[in-house]
């Protein structure tokens, strides 16, 4: 049982469930399995609810944009419900929903470490593993520098609001990510082709 259970076993099974489900049409099924993946996740995380609901709602912040560009249309009336692109935005969010429950599911108790031990166990090609690794590295430290970031703005007493100035300061941010992502992309080249990596 418990070979079942190794890391790059519950990585396969992650990608498996994902190609699954999205191919999935019907709403009742998706939402029965929802269901049944959310119970199981709210007892393995049932030590730390306030940071599951904290994750599920930042992840959803985008299903409110699916929803808001989705159901409407513009018609001879002028802008109109749409419904057919509400039952769209409807199975696309239930799709997204249950693929992410599921990873943090299979996931459970996975660090990064054991996620990239878990890559290099995986059949696949060896410069297909190295690149799979520098993505997890890369995250990890662009996750790091979004978190110090985070507290260096609370400790600045930045309170985000609806205005202009909080809009500002969090492009700022978001910027110094993509550009901090961008010299870390260019060093981890310029040391693989040291190496004698080639693509």
């Keep these: 049982m418990k070979g079942f259970l190794k890391p790059h076993h519950r990585l396969i099974y992650a990608f498996l469930s994902g190609l699954l489900i999205s191919y999935i049409q019907s709403i009742a099924l998706l939402l029965g399995l929802s269901l049944l993946v959310v119970l199981l996740v709210v007892f393995l995380h049932s030590h730390q609810p306030k940071h599951l609901m904290k994750r599920w709602f930042q992840f959803n912040i985008f299903s409110v944009l699916v929803w808001a560009t989705l159901s409407w249309k513009i018609g001879s009336d002028g802008i109109e419900l749409n ?33 990239v031990q878990a890559i ?17 590295r890369y995250i990890s430290l662009l ?57």
Excluded at 102 to 110: E, K, N, R
Excluded at 120 to 136: C, D, M, N, S
Excluded at 186 to 195: D, F
């Design 83 to 115: 419904m057919y692109g509400a039952e769209l935005a409807l199975l696309i969010t239930l799709r997204m929903n249950l693929i992410v429950m599921s990873i943090w599911l299979f996931m459970h108790h996975v660090t990064d470490t054991i996620l």
């Design 143 to 199: 996750g790091e520098l979004n978190h110090k970031m985070d507290i260096a703005m609370k400790a600045r007493g930045f309170q985000p609001k609806c205005n202009f100035y909080t809009m500002k300061v969090y492009s700022q941010r978001v910027a110094l990510l993509l550009i901090h992502a961008m010299l870390k992309a260019e060093s981890a080249e310029r040391a693989m082709k040291a190496r004698g990596f080639r693509f």
């Design 120 to 136: 290099a166990e995986l059949p696949l090609p060896k410069k297909l593993k190295h690149l799979f690794i520098l993505t997890v």
